[in-house]
């Protein structure tokens, strides 16, 4: 995360993307790792791809059914375009 993170606010936002989807992919259970890659895709304005990637930190197993299907259903509609 520490080389990826000056990056991501620099003007290199699409290598801090790879950097730290590259730490996500590592250490993947560390909750810094799993959100900082989110905001370096935002930053290279891949939105959607950073909303997508945001969603999938949401816990959709709390949510009363009726919402977590229409949840996956937008997550889904996303992440395929």
Do not use: C
């Amino acid at each position: 995360m520490q080389p990826g993170s000056p990056l991501r606010n620099s003007s290199e936002p699409g290598e801090a993307v790879w950097i730290l989807s590259e730490g996500r992919e590592r250490f993947p259970a560390q909750g810094p790792m799993r959100f900082f890659p989110v905001l370096a895709l935002y930053d290279a304005g891949r939105h959607r791809e950073a909303l997508a990637e945001a969603l999938e930190l949401t816990p959709f197993g709390s949510e009363p059914e009726e919402y977590g299907r229409a949840m996956r259903a937008y997550l889904d509609a996303l992440k395929n375009g």
